[in-house]
């Protein structure tokens, strides 16, 4: 058998070479992890926000609800009340007018005789 002179060392290289396309990728993994977290907590803490002020605002009674009836901004927010029926009234938050609702609710109050 004739030895072959360099073969370990280009096995080394190959090895060291898988290692750091696998350490890359980890490490890119790790990165866009860290980024969907932060994203994540964020959208949280707009959910939260966007939650208390729908908590005020289910608590409207009908002619306040009546007077805003439409989409309105409201802060951050594009605030959308519509009645379907003369006692039903629904709520959304959006925060882009195409966008999907952020929170939607609905609320009954009796309608007047």
Request: hydrophobic share 45%.
């Amino acid at each position: 058998m004739r030895p072959r002179h360099g073969t370990v060392l280009l096995e080394c290289l190959v090895a060291l070479t898988v290692i750091a396309v696998a350490g890359t990728s980890l490490l890119g993994m790790a990165v866009e992890a860290s980024r969907a977290y932060a994203r994540a907590l964020s959208r949280e803490d707009a959910i939260t926000q966007a939650s208390t002020f729908l908590g005020h605002v289910v608590l409207w009674n009908r002619d306040e609800l009546s007077a805003r009836l439409g989409e309105h901004a409201q802060g951050p927010w594009l605030l959308r009340i519509d009645r379907p029926t003369p006692a039903l009234f629904t709520i959304s938050l959006r925060t882009t007018p195409d966008g999907p609702a952020l929170l939607w609710t609905a609320v009954y109050r009796e309608a007047r005789r």
